[in-house]
């Protein structure tokens, strides 16, 4: 009888493999030569054994709230310029939080340009970062206004 080829993968518990799955510091080549498999064999075991996905990308430090981010996204700023706001290195990044968010995804517009004042490169109804800190610098302002109001 001979040898499995896939043996050194079903010793692989979760008890050993999760402790170095979570630690990011720890590479999964390293993992990978620790338990005498290949990184691509660590990836597809810890996915099967339910363990969250790692990435490649160390996690993203936020420099906009959510709230912000979402009032962003509603009112239609422009993603390249919500991406250089967010510290963001590509304006994709943008889109990819939002649907991590669950925020509804924009739509094309036929047509739209800045020149007919439709939205930029095919997205309709995108604002510039200026005209949404005018809009926020407003609802500030009525919302001031109605607590003055309402402590009066």
Request: glycine share 8%; with cysteine.
């Amino acid at each position: 009888m001979t040898k499995r080829k896939y043996a050194p993968l079903r010793k692989i518990t979760r008890e050993l493999l999760e402790p170095l799955w979570v630690n990011r510091k720890i590479p999964v080549s390293k993992i990978a030569a620790h338990l005498g498999v290949s990184a691509n064999s660590v990836h597809k075991r810890a996915l099967a054994l339910g363990l969250e996905p790692r990435g490649n990308a160390k996690p993203h430090k936020k420099m906009v709230d959510d709230e912000t981010f979402s009032r962003m996204w509603a009112a239609g700023v422009n993603v390249y310029e919500m991406s250089d706001f967010c510290g963001y290195a590509k304006a994709s990044s943008v889109s990819k939080r939002a649907a991590m968010m669950g925020l509804p995804p924009r739509k094309r517009l036929r047509g739209a340009s800045p020149r007919n004042g439709l939205g930029a490169k095919g997205w309709g109804g995108t604002i510039t970062m200026e005209e949404f800190q005018q809009a926020e610098l407003g609802r500030r302002m009525a919302e001031a206004a109605r607590s003055a109001r309402a402590s009066a």
